[in-house]
């Protein structure tokens, strides 16, 4: 009878439990995150800003745009992309205007 005693106790766990049961690998230990430290001289830094410029995208926000007729068929003449090809023109004249603006 002891015995039986002894296989309805419940027993503890040689492992921790993790969230869903789950352990994954059996004896599999999670690894620490590593920390680098870089360091970098003032004109690393201007090279490491040229490098993230040259693959910047600006957040594009859908809109309702009415256009001359005229206008927008001369930019669909150009084929597909016509929408890029309007925000390249519509891009130029912004940054033109901030330039003489002394922005």
């Keep these: 009878m002891a015995s039986k005693q002894r296989d309805t ?6 492992y921790p439990a993790v969230k869903g049961g789950s352990r994954g690998k059996a004896g599999a ?53 016509y929408q890029t090809r309007i925000n390249l023109a519509l891009r130029k004249v912004m940054e033109r205007e901030r330039k003489t603006a002394g922005v």
């Design 29 to 81: 230990r999670r690894k620490k995150p590593r920390t680098i430290t870089l360091m970098a001289s003032a004109g690393d830094a201007n090279e490491t800003v040229d490098r993230i410029l040259e693959y910047y995208r600006p957040l594009k926000k859908p809109v309702t745009l009415r256009l001359d007729a005229d206008v927008l068929a001369w930019f669909k003449k150009g084929g597909k992309r």
């Design 9 to 14: 106790k419940k027993r503890r766990r040689a």
